[in-house]
């Protein structure tokens, strides 16, 4: 335990933009006067929404599974996940011709287990407890001799959710700030390492929910504390930050602001309503950080990460409230 | 009322192009496997809902403004509406300098009302009916020496709202075909004569709703057939089409076809939840045609004029009609 890992290099992620550039969508970068105005800056929104399966975990599943020799993929991939890693790793299992295996919780929304096996994934149900999860998908992998894609402690994931900031950093250069979520932190180390560098001046702000936030009491304690029990709307922001990403972010990362649920949805309410895009909750976690004060951006060009648009239109949590 | 009114040009639309570039906002092409499978066709979404304003409106509205002389337009523009022109028209008057004069109905929604008074303009209520609200036009212009807007029976606007497809066709050269909403017929007119002149082969078919079908039936009988009682969910294609867009939809349209608001709805809520994009129902109407089968675009290269994306996200069909 007392080596240091390997971390993400530059030659990583170049190697991850080539491979992956035929496999997920180059995604725009959207822009709102009446936000700017808000915020007293120029917001460069970078829209992971946009992307294929609606999230950025496209980008890190694809590099994976695509950068494994042909005779370790041949018996398939798998992960525990119920969220956008396993509908993003069962596509990039399905464009590689190889079987996707899939544990996720009895409880997982039949929404979610709809769009894995409509992939052609195969889903295998556990207790929803990490352990049992972990239990599931060690048992699936000795039956199966799948190979484990861990959805953010993975080099390979990591430097595939890089591309997000190396496109942004193409689309407009000249960035003072990049905003992005953290959960697990495969997207923040990712993109820390990206814009360090290609605009070493640049700073990297991890945003965090406050009943999740585990990420920055373990940037100010330098070792990862656990979350014992994440508490927000958020859903995929609820995740432990990772051994290897933890590596690039303490290194990389200025600061680590934390926003609560209610900014999370005021944010995600504004993009909807005045940029006309479907965010969820985690994709607007960024946004709310601006928005909310959380970080300085008056006078800067910041870029932010819009993560991911996959939200439960029936349930949305405005309208949730107004009925309550 | 024999004459012939002279029509929409391309040196109109060329100027206007030119004329509103610095006003308006290049929307982006956005396309999806998953809908382009359903379709069995190739669909470029031209995101209109993305505009300044979240719809197409500004272009016209914002070519009529800038191309009137500075003698004329001193006095300030005016119109009636209470929609998605109404606030373009008072975006486009703010930026010349110029006052905005809106007549609305006295029961428009209050957001409306506050959108376009938070862009500097004056408003004028009246009673609900068509001859209340032109009475009350024509006396604010009395009154005040403003210049009539119309809507889309206006060459500038008309001008203004073929840009969509003057930008879409640098965007996607080889389309087959291109759908678009139609109400007033300012943006079907507009788009015809424009892709008439740039592809000629391509065709152009308008959408209706099922209850707002004057255009198709004016179509069909050559001569305008106004719409006595519209009813349906897209509050933005009520209007009866107008004499100067039908002069151009007569000659250049090939088809109107019209859809249920049932299909509007689908249409709508699988362009958020799959597209991540908020579209009104309006805005959704050239491709419920599609996913209704409506329009014949199998095997084609299919643009779908995405017309805009303002909605109460307080009230969204599918939840209403969850709550009966």
Redesign the interface.
């Known amino acids: 335990m007392g080596s240091t890992p390997p971390g993400l290099t530059w030659a990583l992620i170049e190697a991850a933009r080539t491979r992956i550039a035929p496999l997920v969508r180059a995604t725009?970068v959207?822009t709102s006067?009446t936000l700017d105005a808000q915020a007293g800056a120029r917001l460069f929104f970078k829209c992971e929404?946009?992307q294929?399966g609606?999230a950025f975990k496209a980008r890190g599943a694809s590099n994976a599974v695509f950068s494994l020799p042909d005779a370790q993929v041949r018996r398939g991939v798998a992960t525990h996940s119920s969220g956008n890693h396993a509908a993003a790793l069962a596509r990039a299992a399905h464009l590689r011709g190889v079987p996707a295996y899939i544990v996720m919780p009895q409880n997982a929304p039949l929404a979610k287990r709809a769009a894995v096996e409509r992939l052609g994934a195969r889903i295998t149900l556990c207790e929803p407890m990490q352990a049992a999860r972990e239990r599931a998908a060690a048992e699936v992998i000795a039956a199966t001799g799948a190979v484990l894609i861990h959805p953010y402690d993975d080099l390979a994931v990591m430097a595939g959710q890089a591309t997000v900031a190396v496109e942004l950093l193409e689309q407009v250069p000249d960035l003072d700030l990049v905003l992005a979520p953290v959960s697990g932190g495969g997207l923040l180390s990712g993109i820390a390492v990206a814009t360090r560098t290609l605009r070493a001046n640049a700073q990297v702000v991890g945003v965090e929910p406050e009943g999740a936030d585990d990420a920055a009491r373990s940037l100010r304690a330098g070792h990862i504390v656990p979350c014992e029990k994440p508490q927000t709307i958020a859903d995929g922001l609820r995740a432990t930050v990772g051994v290897r990403p933890f590596e690039e972010i303490r290194r990389y990362v200025t600061d680590i602001v934390t926003v609560p649920d209610t900014a999370i949805v005021a944010a995600m309410?504004s993009l909807?309503?005045i940029?006309?895009?479907?965010?969820e909750p985690s994709g607007a976690a960024a946004y709310a950080a601006v928005a909310a004060g959380r970080t300085e951006v008056r006078g800067k060009r910041v870029g932010v990460v819009l993560s991911g648009?996959n939200v439960d239109?029936?349930s949305?949590p405005?309208?949730t409230r107004?009925r309550e």
Do not use: F, S
């Open positions: 725009p959207l006067t929404n946009l294929k609606g309410r909807w309503e940029m006309k895009l479907v965010v648009g239109l029936d949305l405005w309208i107004a």
